[in-house]
């Protein structure tokens, strides 16, 4: 039982850690092309946006 627990949390540590990876890239990106990085306010909307989404189906 330990032995598929540790492999679950090695392959949960892989993709937070890939999904980490793809957001620093992005954030690179944007700096890179010039964009302007969203204030407070806009990634609150956007966060209440995407909350509410994923709660509620497609």
């Known amino acids: 039982m330990e032995i598929i627990l ?3 949390v090695i392959i ?3 993709g937070w850690y890939m999904r980490y990876i793809s ?3 992005l954030l690179y990106y944007i700096g890179e092309k ?3 990085f969203p204030n407070d ?3 609150k909307e956007c966060t209440a946006y995407v909350t509410k989404r994923l709660i509620k189906g497609r």
């Open 41 to 43: 306010e806009d990634v």
């Open 12 to 14: 949960c540590a892989a």
């Open 23 to 25: 957001c620093l890239a």
């Open 34 to 36: 010039g964009y302007e």
């Open 6 to 8: 540790f492999i679950a």
